[in-house]
């Protein structure tokens, strides 16, 4: 294991220790999208693993792997620490049920921006070199890939709210008024949620904001994304802008009144933070390898075939070609432990030198820069944070 990997398990600890820390304390529905967040990543990792049409990526081999060697297990705890961080920033908005999951998804892929441009570059994971859906990339990772973070964590977080509040009858808009059928329905919302999100976020968001246009018409999966994350930012702006007084920052409230509050918070993101920073800055790709599962070797003249959602059979490699990929790691690494032969699917890759580091500097810099300006404004210039329901 390489020492970027090494730390990025530290961080992800750090984090959820961090983020399951105040959800318990924070009680309610902060709770329970924790655990739903949690139960939502396992679903996910789960069916990408054992649906042939979507099993088109390879996590690195950490210390503890489930699944079969399939799954590290820091990456569980991934999404409740993106989800969570993103919700209780959001939550301060005070948008409505309907309007807060496309707030949500937005904040959640401003993490995951450097954290998917530093992951495959620091192989992390690796990708299906040609399957259609990961097809359209920068910096190697696929467009899609934001395009799935956006609508799985809106229906996620729609799913979330709308059966909290049906199941309550109404005890508040998304539920937090609940009492004797709170504990139940929670359990219930957060099943749905965790089961749910990822079916029902394909074929209502993705089948016609992706699918339909690329796979019918083929038009270009960057101009896919840029539409619908401007849908979701407009979908936002109305929430914000239609939100009451209480989504604002008081003015009677002190500045060591909002520090106290955001505290958990701040320092989960200073450390994810500071760690995308190091790793930029210091880590040298080159000079790793990661043995472990990857796509598997074989005959470059074999086509295989992808079904996506509509049913159509779209064509890619059965296997990589070992003498032509468009990837960020080399097959060719001195003293590999497990070198990379014919019919392999478990062998060792090396990585690749930044092709132009100060590029990589300014994206992911940028990228940082806007998730925590954005992660400010969210924290300390609006309103306070929900208060867990008193029981009675």
Known sequence: MHNTHAH??????????HTHTTALRSGGRFSQLWCAAL?????????????????????????AMLFNGRLPLYITILYPCF??????????????????????????????????????????WTWHDTDPNLYDRTYYVPWTSYMFHLTFASTFLLILNTSRALLTYGEGEKGEGATSRGG????????????????????????????FP????????????????????????????TSGS??????????????????????????????IGTVLLLARPESYSST???????NCSVIGHTTNVLGQKLPKQAFLCASSYDEPFSLLCANATHPATG????????????????????????ACTLGAVVYYQLLFRSGMKAQKQKKN
């Open 39 to 63: 139960l939502h990543g396992l679903v996910t990792e789960l069916l990408s693993y054992t649906l042939p049409d979507v099993d088109n990526f390879w996590h690195f081999r950490g210390m």
């Open 292 to 298: 472990g599962l990857h796509q598997t070797l074989g």
């Open 8 to 17: 990025t398990c530290n961080v992800n600890t750090h984090t959820h220790t």
């Open 83 to 124: 989800y969570y961080t993103g919700y209780a920033a959001v939550s301060r908005l005070k948008l409505s049920l309907f309007l807060e999951p496309f707030a949500f998804a937005i904040s959640v892929v401003l993490l995951d921006v450097p954290y998917d441009i530093l992951g495959v570059k620091m192989l992390w």
């Open 214 to 241: 690329h796979d019918v018409y083929g038009v270009h999966t960057e101009v896919l994304l840029w539409m619908l994350l401007g849908t979701y930012i407009l979908l936002a702006w109305i929430g914000e802008r």
């Open 343 to 366: 019919g392999a699917s478990y062998y060792t890759i090396c990585g690749t030198s930044f092709p132009n580091i100060a590029e990589y500097k300014c994206i992911i810099i940028a």
């Open 246 to 275: 209480e989504a604002r920052s008081s003015g009677s409230e002190s500045a060591s009144s909002r520090r106290h509050r955001n505290t958990e918070i701040c320092v989960a993101l200073m450390v994810y933070y500071v760690f």
């Open 184 to 211: 139940c329905a929670g359990f219930v919302s957060v099943v749905l949620a965790g089961c749910l999100s990822m079916p029902l976020a394909v074929l209502s968001q993705m089948l016609p904001a992706y699918n």
